[in-house]
């Protein structure tokens, strides 16, 4: 035998029903007893309570009496139902002339819903060549007088519901009302929230079922409201324990009362979609398939009353003095929170009940109030409650630690000592976030990182490229999903928060012009709550860098392959640090010296682990590598040597920069900080390789110009001894008892055979030594410019946050 049951969506009109009836006449193949338990349909319960409460105002409520009739026989209009209509006609007359009505009279008219439900699938099989008996529940399901939430009364209903199965000569497929019921003198009762659910579970334990079906209009139990995360996966199966808990935290699919019937039977209970009907939905029973957390759920109705009473340190009987005056008032607590005192205590409870809440206590606690024991009661609004499910409190600061990254407080937190449940109280503006971070950290599945990109240039073009390129890789191999939801430059941004494609060049070409492309950035990641926000910065502007902090303040991790942030006033270097701490959050800049090659990182390690880093010297610019690796060693005009650094993206976006000597002792600038030193820009010594009377030129006529520089180059080369060529370098020496460096970048001619003589390419070269190191430095060598290697190295670095918001 197999109890089937049906909720109010599947029942409604359209292809809910008819898929319905395909699935019974189905089952009535296949299965040997079939009971069929059917809620209301659709919105009927709403209706007739709408209705109740017109009748009860003596308002004309004909018209909506009128539109429930029609929606219940819609299309099937032959169906004979008038008795049924008259009598609920009837109540509500009643109600009318009476202008009022008791919870028995509601119970009386919300049963109309079940009993048409019942009665009209009962018919619409009977068209269709299936023959099934109709099934009042209130023959079967016996129950205390407490109407709209009647308690069962196990004797009576387990002697009545066996009665009636052995008594009665029923077809194979019995149509059953759920949620309904009658008390020992006859009169009609409702079972309360999920009494559908119930009934179908009383009627498996007291039948012997197999197992029960219960049909909705979603695929199963998820790891998380799909609407709210869009990431979370179908449960397969859940033990009755772990769907108790669920039930109980706030999974509106399940109610706890509606599986213990089954616990004590072992009967399986299968939630499948009407829709999707060869879908194998989840299924709960004895057995759990794995460990571990099995899903997060959220209460959204629900307020926070914060209980201070300074005075109350060590008293006894606080709790219990407010549990009383709230189970007086028919108040549940879901959560209480408290320190190893009473004088600071949260309770948490249903949004409708909070205000009466606190008049409670407040009486309560009146004479505590005059002696200042007491000092406040209020209530936090707006927030809710997401509990994760399973969640052991050894591993608890994963999603712990992955809320404060992205700015995102609880409230108050509690765990449940045999549940391994951890529930926390954020506010509601945060929830959305909040769930999604969880969601992430705690399944793995995929941890989204949300990327804005400003600055689409070489670099930041190059770099959306491979990001888009190996986002499904990144996808597979890490569980990290790179999503591009800003692109920028310096006048428009592309905006979608499920991330760009590859057809992004042509959507920002058709956005619209925009003032303020970081403020426009920002509220749209706060729109749509969008968390593990990466910034990065590829720009080559010093005004961007005003944007540092606002966007760290916002809640974005940084990354930046222009050098401008690090290499202005010292004072902003330790403002921008600070604020970083303050927000948790990390800057990674590794492209500003080096370009891929992994420098700052090699010297951040040797310089913590307290390494005395005494020089760094070597070429570190790859443009101006390429530039005199290749004019020391041809005869080719200096001129168009540069012109073929600037066309393979070696050089600046103003390459004046590179010439005039400020990009490397921007380099030398970001390590030296790197090492602590205190250095400002301004004292770098630059000799700056531009001839004084092209320094004060625009850029378009000293490019154009190029060849000008032609005759002061072919100088400086010929005036070099034998065998030896020009290097353009930066030199750092250190002082362990000096605040600041001694940072100078120069042109030198150095023998061939030397390390930076034999250079090639537009390698850079960066010779690190140290004390324990002696004479013999540290060399790191490789490309030093380049979109591609940049772009990498740009990647690495979102790569390196991504993980670390593990
Ligand atoms: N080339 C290399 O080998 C290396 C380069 N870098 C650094 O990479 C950065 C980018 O260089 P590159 O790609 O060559 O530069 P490009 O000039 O090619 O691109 C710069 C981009 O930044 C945009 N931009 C400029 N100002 C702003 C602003 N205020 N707000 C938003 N966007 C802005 C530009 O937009 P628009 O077109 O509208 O002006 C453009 O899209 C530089 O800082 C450079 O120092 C670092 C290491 C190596
Ligand atoms: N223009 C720079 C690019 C990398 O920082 C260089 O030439 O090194």
């Known amino acids: 035998m197999k109890v089937i049951k049906f909720g109010g969506k599947s029942l409604a009109n359209g292809n809910g029903l008819s898929n319905v009836l395909e699935i019974i006449s189905q089952k009535n193949k296949e299965e040997e007893n079939l009971v069929v338990v059917v809620s209301a349909r659709g919105n009927t319960t709403n209706q007739l309570e709408q ?59 919300l049963a109309f819903g079940e009993l048409l439900s ?82 179908a579970s009383l009627l498996a334990n007291y039948l012997s079922a197999r197992e029960v079906e219960s049909y909705t209009h979603v695929d199963g139990i998820f790891t998380a409201n ?80 914060s209980f201070e009473g300074r005075g109350l340190l060590g008293k006894v009987g606080v709790d219990a003095r407010i549990f009383k005056a709230l189970a007086d008032n028919d108040i549940s ?120 990109i400003f600055g689409k240039g070489l670099v930041g ?49 058709n956005t619209a012009l925009t003032n303020d492309i970081v403020k426009q950035t920002l509220a749209y990641a706060q729109e749509y709550h969008l968390e593990n926000l990466i910034a990065v910065d590829n720009t080559a502007s010093l005004d961007f860098v005003n944007n540092y902090i606002p966007l760290v303040e916002a809640g974005f991790d940084l990354v930046s392959s222009n050098k401008i942030a690090n290499t202005v006033s010292f004072e902003f270097y330790k403002k921008l640090r600070k604020c970083l701490e303050e927000n948790k959050k990390e800057y990674l800049y590794e492209t500003n010296v080096g370009a891929g090659l992994p420098l700052i990182d ?51 976006p103003d390459p004046r920069e590179d010439l005039c000597g400020n990009d490397v002792a921007r380099k030398l600038l970001i390590l030296a900080r790197e090492l602590d030193l205190e250095n400002e820009f301004e004292d770098i010594t630059i000799e700056n390789l531009i001839p004084q009377e092209f320094r004060a030129i625009e ?32 030199d750092l020496l250190g002082d362990l008892q000096q605040p600041k460096g001694e940072l100078a970048v120069k042109l030198v001619s150095v023998s061939k055979s030397s390390p930076l003589g034999s250079l090639k390419g537009s390698d850079a070269i960066f010779e690190i030594y140290t004390e324990s190191y002696g004479e013999q430095p540290i060399v790191i060598q490789g490309a030093g410019a380049g979109a591609q290697v940049t772009a990498r190295g740009v990647f690495g670095d979102i790569l390196r946050l991504a993980k670390n918001n593990n």
């Open 699 to 730: 850029a378009k006529e000293f490019l154009s110009g190029l060849e000008k520089l032609n005759n002061t180059f072919q100088q400086k080369k010929e005036s070099q001894k034998e065998g030896h060529v020009l290097r353009y370098i930066g």
């Open 118 to 199: 019942a009665k009209i699938i009962t018919k619409l099989l009977a068209k269709r060549g299936v023959e099934a008996s109709f099934i009042d529940s209130r023959q079967l399901i016996i129950t205390n007088n407490n109407f709209g939430n009647a308690v069962t009364l196990e004797k009576e209903t387990a002697q009545k519901i066996k009665t009636y199965f052995s008594n009665n000569k029923l077809s194979n497929v019995k149509i059953v009302t759920g949620f309904i019921a009658s008390n020992l003198k006859g009169e009609t009762t409702t079972l309360g929230r999920n009494g559908s659910n119930y009934t």
């Open 602 to 652: 090699t010297i951040k390690l040797l310089h913590d682990s307290g390494e005395n880093i005494t020089k760094i010297r070597g070429v570190f610019s790859g443009s101006l590598s390429y530039l005199f690796n290749k004019y020391s060693s041809s005869a080719i005009p200096f001129s168009v040597v540069l012109q073929e650094a600037i066309d393979k993206g070696f050089t600046e």
């Open 461 to 509: 073009g190059t770099l959306i490229n491979q990001i888009l390129e190996n986002t499904q890789s990144i996808l597979e191999k890490r569980k990290i999903h790179l999503n591009i939801f800003a692109i920028a430059n310096s006048k428009k941004v592309l905006l979608n928060k499920e991330g760009v494609t590859s057809n992004w060049e042509s959507d920002l070409d």
């Open 51 to 109: 209705i109740l409460e017109q009748a009860k105002n003596k308002e004309d409520y004909s018209k909506a009496l009128e539109q429930l009739k029609k929606e219940e026989l819609e299309p099937y209009y032959s169906l004979e139902l008038e008795e049924v209509f008259l009598r609920l006609e009837q109540l509500f007359q009643g109600v009318f002339y009476l202008g009022d009505y008791s919870t028995k009279i509601k119970d009386e008219v």
């Open 226 to 305: 799909p609407d709210l995360v869009p990431d979370a996966k179908k449960i397969e199966q859940l033990s009755f324990n772990e769907a108790n808990e669920l039930a109980n935290f706030g999974a509106n699919i399940l109610h706890a009362k509606t599986i213990l019937p089954l616990v004590e039977k072992h009967i399986p209970l299968r939630i499948l979609n009407t829709f999707k009907p060869e879908d194998k939905g989840t299924l709960i029973k004895k057995e759990s398939v794995a460990k571990g957390i099995k899903s997060i759920s959220v209460l959204e109705d629900v307020a926070l009353i």
């Open 333 to 452: 607590v879901s959560i209480i929170s408290q320190g190893s005192s009473e004088r600071g205590i949260g309770l948490v409870v249903k949004t409708v009940k909070a205000t009466k809440a606190v008049l409670a206590l407040e009486k309560e606690f009146e004479n505590d109030f005059y002696k200042k024991d007491v000092n406040n009661i209020s209530i936090v609004d707006n927030v809710a409650v997401i509990s994760i499910i399973g969640q052991e409190l050894n591993e608890f600061h994963k999603p712990f630690n992955a809320l404060v990254k992205n700015q995102i407080t609880p409230l108050l937190f509690n765990n449940t000592i045999t549940g391994k449940n951890v529930s926390l109280v954020v506010y509601k503006d945060q929830l959305h976030k909040a769930v999604n971070v969880i969601h992430g950290q705690v399944f793995g599945v995929t941890k989204k990182i949300n990327i804005a």
